[in-house]
């Protein structure tokens, strides 16, 4: 989105709440999102009840952007400063809110986005395809890439002139990244890897199955992994800003990476806005 049509967004509150009510709306009708009944009536406190189940709701509850108490114009402000990649810490002292406040905005935002790429990951991978194993963390300084300690290992799969698709994982032995290849690759399809012992079985599953010997060439024709190298320097690049990313949160800014970078070519600001308006848990 261009500052213009943000500054034009953030003017006021109501121009603010316009802004979501034109996405959360399906053809200017308001939904109950206990039921997803059409059938409602507005009450005197603005609020509006369900004629099938009486469920009392207004229009953002149910959904991710109801779990902050932020107000419509500092939502749009939060998705427009996480789109550009201000830390939470950078983005409090700008809005004037609390750190926690602005840390917890973020986090949601990054579980819509995780939610939304979930419901949309049906589809296998095909055609050329890239196959590659990462290593992000650690506090120590030692030894690099496999058996590095205290690091969390990440397999990462890339479909030229398509998506990325990465996931953390608990080793990589063959048994994990064969069957998490099967799981997102369709059979058929090149598979392009690094010479190392855990691939050695994907032409036995359904796979033409192309090596490059890391330690003389970075490439060899059509066979290289340029592709998921280019990633993971995007991905460490940004996670150097936030100073250091608790385990159990590492899997959620590292599907947040993969989002941005499969829609590196979108407007990220309208892309976020209605992930966040889709239906999410009652509460965190």
Known sequence: MDIWRFQELVKDEVTAKRYF?????????????????????LLSDGRRRCKR????FHEGSGRWINLVKLSCREWLWVIHLFELNSTARTAGKKLKLSYPTVLKAYDVIRMALLDSTASGRELL??????????????????????????????FGLLERDGVACVEVV??????????????????????YTYKFHSYDSLMCCGYRHLTLDHGSTFAKGKVYIN????????????????HGVSKHKFFLYLKELEFRYNNRE???????????????????
């Open 21 to 41: 009510r034109t996405l959360w709306q399906k053809k200017y009708r308001v939904f109950c999102h206990a039921c997803g009944s059409r059938q409602s009536y």
């Open 53 to 56: 189940c009486r469920c009392v």
């Open 125 to 154: 991978l095909s055609g050329e395809i890239e196959l590659d194993e990462s290593y992000f963390g650690g506090k120590r300084k030692g030894k690099r890439g496999r058996g590095a300690a205290g690091k969390v290992p990440v």
């Open 170 to 191: 608990p080793d990589v032995s063959a048994q994990t990244l064969l069957s998490l290849t099967i799981k997102k690759v369709k059979r058929g399809s090149i598979v």
């Open 227 to 242: 592709g998921l190298e280019g990633f993971w320097s995007y991905a460490k690049e940004r996670l150097i800003k936030h």
């Open 266 to 284: 979108a407007d990220l600001f309208s892309l976020i806005a209605r992930c966040l308006l889709n239906f999410g848990p009652k509460r965190l």
